[in-house]
């Protein structure tokens, strides 16, 4: 069954020092992409987490964002940039003396200022990717294509309706093709009997033009493609494998067929239904865009 693009996933899970939350959302794209963003201390495991989350999802562009919270045991104790410190205490120590105050420069004035106090680094970096890292990634691109799956259902039983659409619009050209020649020929005969009188026209030469005219406006090819087209659609979006680039081949080559129906029909009942099969062509190629 076909997927959408578009989901979000999301996953936790505990280590030994910290808790880990794995966020990862995807929307349309032409191609799989996947972009990382990591704690520092998972920064060497970015291609493990990329290959763990293209083997659920094949396409889109997809953001993996996993975030660490420290617990009591694995966080970092402080650390204290005495240089700093005193550069800050001078510093505010000389404005005080040049403007002439008496009080003591605040502790909490110092320690407040960016980088006076920072959190050292905690645990060294693993050898090898953990395995509660990987789970929460997997877990989370699982969730996310559990939404994808979801909003899929909803975009075949769309794309069903409006194929079935298009096949009662073919069927109405189909139904018309034959009487375009009939048509003609009667319009034909007229015209001729308008301007010559006692046409001197022989019925060998009607005949010829009229045949002319159906062998110019003959849609029979284009037709019996536009079904074949239509038929693989229908074979295609039932597959479990990502579609969405074979469906949008097939859209341009079915768009391709109408294009010339309305060009050699040469009707206005014809050229109405090559008007709603392009709108309606339109509406599933948007939809198609969404589909992995």
């Known amino acids: 069954m076909i997927k959408s693009m578009t989901g979000y996933g999301k996953a936790e899970a505990d280590s030994q020092t910290g808790k880990l939350t794995v966020e990862i959302r995807s929307v349309n794209h032409r ?46 104790m402080p650390v204290v940039n005495l240089e700093l410190a005193k550069g800050y205490y001078q510093a505010f120590s000389s404005i005080r003396d040049a403007i002439g105050l008496k009080e003591e420069v605040p502790l909490s004035l110092i320690t407040g200022q960016r980088d006076v106090i920072g959190a050292g680094e905690i645990a060294a970096v693993p050898e090898s990717v953990p395995t509660e890292l990987l789970a929460a990634v997997e877990s989370a691109a699982n969730n996310l294509d559990a939404m994808r799956s979801r909003e899929g259902e909803a975009l075949l039983d769309d794309l069903q309706k409006r194929r079935a659409f298009l096949s009662v619009l073919i069927a109405r050209i189909a139904g018309r093709a034959p009487q375009v020649v009939a048509d003609y020929a009667v319009r034909l005969k007229e015209r001729v009997a308008q301007l010559s009188g006692d046409s001197t026209v022989t019925e060998e030469r009607l005949a010829q033009e009229i045949a002319i ?26 597959l479990t494998e990502p579609v969405g680039r074979k469906l949008d081949f097939l859209l341009q080559e079915i768009n391709r067929e109408v294009n010339t129906i309305g060009s050699k029909a040469n009707d206005g009942e014809i050229a109405a239904c090559v008007v709603e099969l392009k709108a309606e062509l339109e509406k599933i190629r948007e939809q198609v865009q969404n589909v992995e």
Not at 218 to 237: A, G, K, P, Y
């Open 213 to 238: 005219m159906a062998d110019r406006c003959d849609i029979t090819e284009e037709l019996v493609r536009f079904n074949s087209h239509l038929q693989q659609f229908d074979e295609t979006i039932v």
């Open 31 to 76: 191609y799989g992409e996947i972009f990382v963003k990591l704690p520092r201390l998972y920064m060497p495991f970015e291609n493990e987490v990329k290959k763990a989350v293209g083997q659920k999802l094949k396409r889109g562009k997809i953001e993996v964002f996993i975030q660490r919270e420290e617990t009591a045991a694995g966080g970092a």
